[in-house]
């Protein structure tokens, strides 16, 4: 599964609050220097839209596979897409990505064009499955700023393994078509981005990517680890690390793989969960960003927004009765009604309270370390 913060580092994303301004919302307006401005629309710094809940692979660690009999499986109707054109206006980026793989939606094109013509940023991920030459031709003439390619090892034996209906080897050719692509539009965009998962087996393969990577004209890379576990099956594969010497040698091992990256051209981000570090806002950036599912709900990011009936999930190997966390739908309400909801705004006011709810208590979000 693909996440938005693996191929935005935090430099890129406004992710740090200025001292200025209180970025929790006041009745639904900012709120600067204390006096609340509740007229003032508010200002995203990405908004992530999950156009569909189907994909066409079946990665042993992805909720999709895990919770397949239970899977909510939707696609976003397009006129539901098009009441999110106002809050579009108000997004440095908006993202068409969740829990499924978004070149399966029919109207993914027209989609991607309605976002660009509100002037923000528009990205997505992929498996790479579809992209052939036809299709990266469409993703270069759409206009989108990035796209983002998913692996899980940098050997076929790792990646297919773990990315099971996918293939190394056609990840790497469809950057080829899309390179290709660019170069025969004499287009810059869109740029490649990796976001490559990080399995406690696959730390013996982590030093070969940039070698892998290597002359594919790739812009940047995000190394993330497992941050939602699904199955007591992938408890050891999580690397939540609870010694603070093994993750500092994790860390030592990824600073490592940056700089080589560097010294092959390419810009290699990471993150890792270190125990006793903590933050008051977590990565995923739930003062300024959102997630909105493919059946319409709005939550503050994609971990609380899985779409599934019934499930469990485990955190440090304790199970945990899986619930989805949404204050609205879209369907029915306006984006910026459901964000001004007393009940929404008293969410993102409990990273400074420090009144977490259970979910987002224990997140391994909340104690990432990560390079600039």
Not at 77 to 88: E, I, S, V
Not at 106 to 124: E, H, I, K, N
Not at 147 to 174: P, Y
Not at 315 to 337: E, K
Request: hydrophobic share 40%.
């Amino acid at each position: 599964m693909e996440y938005l913060d693996r191929y935005l580092p935090k430099k890129n994303c406004g992710r740090q609050l200025w001292s200025g301004i209180e970025y929790a919302v006041s009745g639904g307006g900012w709120a600067v220097f204390g006096f609340p401005f509740a007229f003032i629309a508010p200002a995203f710094d990405w908004l992530q839209v999950e156009v569909t809940s189907y994909c066409n692979a079946a990665c042993v660690y992805c909720p999709h596979t895990i919770y397949r009999d239970n899977w909510l499986n939707r696609h976003l109707p397009l006129d539901t897409f098009q009441k999110l054109r106002p809050a579009f206006r108000k997004a440095g980026l908006v993202h068409l990505q969740g829990w499924g793989e978004p070149l399966l939606h029919p109207d993914f094109f027209t989609m991607v064009s309605l976002a660009r013509q509100a002037g923000c940023r528009v990205g997505t991920a992929t498996n790479g499955k579809l992209v052939d030459a036809s299709v990266a031709a469409r993703l270069v003439a759409g206009g989108l700023d990035f796209v983002a390619f998913s692996l899980a090892g940098t050997t076929a034996e790792k990646n297919d393994f773990f990315r099971r209906g996918t293939r190394l080897e056609k990840v790497l050719e469809a950057i080829r078509f899309l390179q290709k692509a660019k170069e025969e539009a004499g287009a810059a965009r869109p740029a490649v981005h990796i976001a490559y998962l990080l399995l406690r087996s696959g730390i013996d393969e982590l030093p070969q990517l940039p070698d892998l990577l290597e002359g594919y004209g790739i812009d940047q890379v995000v190394i993330t680890t497992l941050d939602f576990v699904s199955s007591p099956a992938l408890v050891e594969e999580s690397l939540f690390l609870t010694e603070r010497t093994a993750a500092e040698e994790l860390l030592s091992s990824l600073q490592e793989v940056a700089a080589r990256g560097k010294e092959r051209g390419l810009s290699i981000y990471y993150q890792l969960s270190v125990p006793g570090q903590r933050k008051q806002v977590c990565s995923e950036n739930v003062q300024r960003a959102l997630f909105i599912s493919a059946d319409g709900l709005v939550s503050p990011c994609v971990f609380a927004n899985v779409p599934v009936a019934r499930a469990t999930f485990l955190v440090r190997g304790a199970v945990r009765r899986y619930g989805r966390m949404t204050f609205g739908n879209v369907h029915d309400h306006d984006l910026f009604r459901i964000w001004r909801q007393k009940d929404y705004v008293n969410f993102r006011r409990s990273f400074s309270t420090g009144r977490l709810t259970a979910f987002c208590r224990e997140c391994p979000k909340l104690s990432c370390a990560q390079n600039e």
